[in-house]
């Protein structure tokens, strides 16, 4: 079956948000474009069938890029636990380090939702702790992070250090390409 286009207006809006924002879930997409959640799923569903998106499973979420995109396997297993907001923030991590307070009064989130993105970022290995009680980005996640805010699609898989990790030791398959390294942040001690 050949990639087809789309059958309506609707569906060409969720395919343009899903070219635009790579490894987004069901849920973001209904909010987007304010649509009932099984709407959402059955244009995702019929744009798959149609070849011009491809879902990922990544724990209970399926994350869903355009056909033809390149997928970067650390993006592919982190993107879709991070929404808008939560990747805005992690793009302030990538400048200096935060506390929970600071990212919260930044962002205008409550401080136990600053508290809860830190985690799920230390989690996922995107943040390290910087002392007393500040978080940044780990130096060798930067160039990831900053393709997880902006929502594009990193094409250095295999030639960035996160790509290297015992985390991701088994993961080849992503594109290759070159991404100019991101300059080291000054630890706070």
Not at 150 to 175: E, L
Request: hydrophobic fraction near 40%; include cysteine.
């Amino acid at each position: 079956m050949r990639p087809q286009t789309p059958e309506s207006g609707t569906q060409q809006r969720v395919l343009d948000l899903v070219r635009e924002r790579p490894g987004i879930s069901v849920q973001e997409v209904a909010k987007a474009l304010a649509l009932d959640h099984s709407t959402a799923e059955y244009h995702l569903h019929r744009l798959a069938r149609a070849e011009l998106l491809r879902a990922v499973r990544v724990g209970r979420v399926r994350a869903h890029y355009a056909a033809g995109a390149p997928l970067c396997p650390f993006l592919r297993a982190v993107a879709p636990g991070f929404d808008a907001e939560d990747r805005a923030a992690l793009r302030l991590l990538t400048l200096a380090p935060w506390t929970a307070p600071e990212l919260a009064a930044a962002t205008g989130r409550p401080v136990p939702a600053a508290r809860w993105l830190l985690e799920k970022a230390r989690r996922a290995s995107l943040v390290a702790q910087a002392g007393h009680g500040k978080y940044q980005v780990a130096p060798e996640c930067g160039p990831c992070v900053l393709h997880l805010a902006s929502g594009t699609v990193c094409n250095a898989w295999g030639q960035c250090a996160v790509s290297r990790s015992p985390r991701f030791s088994g993961c080849d398959d992503g594109p290759r390409g070159g991404l100019l390294p991101r300059p080291a942040l000054p630890r706070a001690g």
